[in-house]
């Protein structure tokens, strides 16, 4: 079936580096989202975009986060700078419809040492 | 903003024995969704149920709107199907954001 891809499964950084976590999307999927989960942690919604433009994020999604899907390519969550505290697993996902259960990725561990 | 409560939160089985995992959420749900979180992290979607009972093999899940909780059932339990049992729910809207529970911690034993 359709898959959501996560590119790297695992990235590990310096503190104060710029890092971007690639999602490759379900083809005709429109609406995308990017979850955070610390290790031992609830699941928390980061930001959700649609259309080119970010349509609700969270207090979790700081000044330094920034998304972008150029040109139907990977959707892309960039950080920079980094922090001690965004070491967690970043999921991505996508539907077709924004009212429908979007399809989760399985996740790119970040480590910011 | 909603709260979603997932219990038990750790539950011990051995395998054959049925699990009942509950989930209440203190608002109205209108998307309802139980994932697998496998003890490497990555995520499935198991079944997705805002309302009534749906069933996909050992897997049964029981909604009531009104009471604002759900349930999932596994039957006859194996020792793969150890790990995280999340529920998330989304209160309506195009942005469909889930909000989710803590889990619970599933292990079955041989």
């Known amino acids: 079936g359709p898959k959501v891809l996560q590119i790297p499964s695992h990235q590990i950084i310096d503190m104060g580096q710029m890092v971007t976590l690639n999602c490759d999307p379900v083809?005709?999927?429109?609406?995308f989202y990017w979850y955070k989960q610390i290790l031992g942690q609830q699941m928390e919604f980061l930001v959700n975009?649609?259309?080119?433009?970010?349509?609700?994020k969270s207090k979790l999604f700081k000044d330094q986060f920034s998304v972008e899907r150029p040109d139907g390519s990977y959707f892309t969550l960039k950080i920079q700078p980094t922090a001690l505290e965004d070491s967690a697993v970043y999921f991505c996902?996508?539907?077709?419809?924004?009212?429908?259960?979007?399809?989760f990725g399985e996740g790119t561990r970040l480590s910011v040492l | 903003g909603q709260q979603v409560q997932q219990s038990p939160s750790s539950l011990v089985l051995q395998e054959g024995e049925n699990a009942e995992l509950q989930c209440n959420f203190s608002?109205?749900?209108?998307?309802l969704q139980w994932f697998y979180q496998s003890p490497g992290g990555s995520l499935v979607s198991l079944l997705s149920?805002?309302?009534g009972t749906k069933h996909t093999g050992r897997l049964t899940s029981t909604t009531v709107t009104k009471e604002r909780r759900s349930s999932l059932h596994i039957s006859s339990s194996q020792t793969t199907d150890s790990g995280t049992y999340l529920c998330?729910?989304?209160?309506?809207?195009?942005?469909?954001?889930?909000?989710f529970g803590k889990g619970t911690l599933l292990t079955v034993t041989p």
């Open positions: 996902a996508s539907s077709l419809v924004g009212g429908q259960a979007p399809l």
């Open positions: 083809s005709n999927h429109l609406y």
């Open positions: 975009f649609y259309n080119g433009k970010v349509m609700e």
């Open positions: 608002s109205t749900a209108t998307q």
């Open positions: 149920n805002p309302s």
């Open positions: 998330a729910i989304s209160s309506g809207g195009s942005n469909y954001k889930l909000t």
